[in-house]
């Protein structure tokens, strides 16, 4: 290789490694750092105002044990809202999707309807939704009454709030369409034609050809809906604030209570580093069984 060669390479590298480094300084000071951190902290007694103390697993025992905050009642609220919510938005997203998939008069406008409710400011949302829901005159109960049907509690109700918060988030599941719309918009529609000709109704269509074909973007969405789920926070910090009765103490809010309310670094950071292992369990254990289930263009299954 000649010099001028060589020093143009040379050159080229040097400019792909500046144009790369703000993202790498970004990632490097406001995550990796702050992740290390966390580890050591959560090892420590920490509460900002004073340095921290090594303390060992002993943050991670007292959690475990019952001994500090609500981490089994907040464990149990996240878990049972993940089963509920996970299938919810992904059934929703899916039927909108296919609908908003086919053919009609409006299909434009329609996509930017339901899209819509993501780019809504999450407190407004909030804010509209405590009303629609208010027990006494909110629009909910006034059209289960004109239904005869009886009224609920909703937020306010220990035993409908974590299903109200669920309605809530299928409403705003438009990223999860769009997603579901792009993976519709790219199977090749000879399968459909080849299966008319076999006599094959709209059911089989979308169970033989369209879920298997779906089955990466499905694989995806089901991935990042546990993800979202397992940290959900804003309905229980501006709407419930965990209750009624701890109904609704999200583990992530519990996590924020021991952060800023009770200023106890050390186990909102134990807390954090929890999660991200079940997190990481979860994914693995997802991915490990998408072998089964999932089957991509090339007819090869992941």
């Known amino acids: 290789m000649s010099k001028s060669k060589l020093k143009n390479k040379t050159i080229q590298n040097v400019n792909g490694w500046l144009f790369a480094l703000p993202a ?4 490097l000071i406001f995550n990796l750092v702050p992740m290390f951190m966390s580890g050591y902290y959560s090892l420590c007694n920490y509460s900002i105002l004073k340095a921290p103390e090594f303390i060992g697993f002993e943050n991670y025992v007292n959690l475990f044990s019952g001994a500090t905050g609500n981490f089994w009642v907040a464990a149990k609220a996240t878990l049972l809202y993940t089963i509920m919510a996970v299938p919810a938005n992904l059934i929703f997203a899916l039927f909108i999707a296919v609908l908003l998939n086919r053919k009609m008069v409006g299909r ?3 996509r930017s309807v339901f899209y819509l409710p993501c780019i809504l400011p999450a407190v407004a949302t909030s804010f ?3 009303l629609l829901a208010n027990p006494d005159f909110g629009l909910f ?3 289960l009454e004109w239904l005869h049907l009886p009224s609920s509690m ?3 109700g220990k ?5 109200t918060i669920v309605f809530m988030g299928i409403w705003s599941t438009g990223s999860t369409q769009v997603i579901f719309l792009a993976g519709l918009q790219d ?5 459909y034609e080849a299966i008319e000709i076999d006599g094959g109704n709209a059911w089989q269509k979308f169970l033989y050809i369209t879920l298997p074909m779906l089955s990466p973007t499905l694989f995806f969405n089901l991935v990042m809906g546990i993800i979202g789920a397992l940290q959900v926070f ?4 501006i709407i419930t604030e965990g209750g009624p009765n701890n109904a609704s103490l999200f583990y992530v809010y519990e996590l924020w209570r021991q952060a800023f309310k009770y200023m106890d670094m050390g186990v909102a950071s134990a807390m954090a580093w929890i999660l991200f292992i079940v997190v990481l369990i979860l994914t693995a254990v997802v991915f490990k069984t998408s072998r089964t289930w999932v089957y991509y263009a090339g007819g090869e299954e992941e």
């Open 24 to 27: 790498m300084l970004g990632f």
């Open 108 to 110: 434009t406008f329609f």
């Open 128 to 130: 509209v939704w405590i």
């Open 141 to 143: 109960n006034t059209v």
């Open 154 to 156: 909703f937020f306010w």
């Open 159 to 163: 035993d409908s709030v974590l299903q």
């Open 187 to 191: 199977i090749p529609q000879v399968y």
């Open 234 to 237: 804003g309905q229980a910090y």
